[in-house]
Each structure stands twice: as C-alpha cells, then as structure tokens.
C-alpha cells in the first residue's frame, strides 16, 4: 500500500527551565465538528515556568491570534498550532484556543518549571524555534 500525507512540525526550544524533574502536568483532548478545546484543568506548583497548550486540525481552522495572555509560536501553517506562556505564580489554567472552522482536532497542555531564577524574562526562556514541511510516503 501507498500513502502520502503531509506533516508539520514545531520545535520550540526553551532555556531555563529545571533538568529534572521539570514536566510538571499534561492533559491532552480530542472531538469532532467543534470550534473551541478545553484540553482539561492543569494547575502549576512551581511558581515560575512554561505552560505550553497545542493544537493539531485536519485543515486551516482560521486561527490568528493567540490566546489572550498566551504568546503564539506559528501561525503560518495554522494546521499546528502551538502557543505558550511563562508563569510568575501559581495558576490553573486550561489552555483553551477558539477557531472558526468546526472540524476534528487534537490538542496538548503541558507545565515546566523552571531552574530555580526567580521571574526569567519570556524573552530568555525562549531560545528556538523551527518550523520543518516534510511529506511523508
């Protein structure tokens, strides 16, 4: 059999966050024909790190902005869409992300803490980020 699909992929690369022990919470979500995910409640115990939420859609949902408070890391190829946002307390939160067009999704939320420096800068937790289009056969 033969098969040609197309697939994105995301790298987001962050400093300062701690070596061990530094994946704090997930929680990961799926549905049908909807235009908002809620990927389920995390709530962070450390009160600095990266709270990263994502998306994955079959098609472009019409996604432009991110979140507020959320910083959007690709929105060119909106079929992947990651945004994130560095914390300075404690919070719950559930990474919710709207679009227009209803379809099936798949989605991620997921909290890192931090090395231990009190309130690093977003500016200096991020330090990469590459987008790669690759098809796969």
């Not at 992929?9 to 701690?18: K, N, P, R």
């Not at 937790?125 to 098809?135: D, E, P, T």
Request: glycine content about 8%; overall charge neutral.
């Amino acid at each position: 059999w033969s098969v040609s699909v197309s697939a994105v992929v995301t790298i987001i690369e962050y400093s300062g966050l701690a070596t061990s022990a530094e994946l704090e919470h997930t929680n990961t979500s799926n549905g049908t024909s909807a235009t908002t995910c809620n990927h389920g409640s995390i709530t962070t115990t450390a009160a600095n790190g990266v709270i990263v939420s994502a998306m994955r859609f079959g098609a472009n949902p019409g996604i432009t902005t991110a979140t507020s408070g959320w910083a959007a890391r690709q929105i060119a190829n909106s079929r992947l869409f990651p945004q994130d946002k560095v914390t300075t307390a404690t919070e719950t939160t559930n990474g919710t992300i709207t679009w227009t067009t209803a379809q099936a999704w798949n989605g991620v939320i997921a909290n890192f803490k931090d090395a231990g420096a009190a309130g690093i800068p977003h500016d200096q937790f991020l330090v990469y980020q590459a987008i790669k289009r690759a098809s796969l056969r």
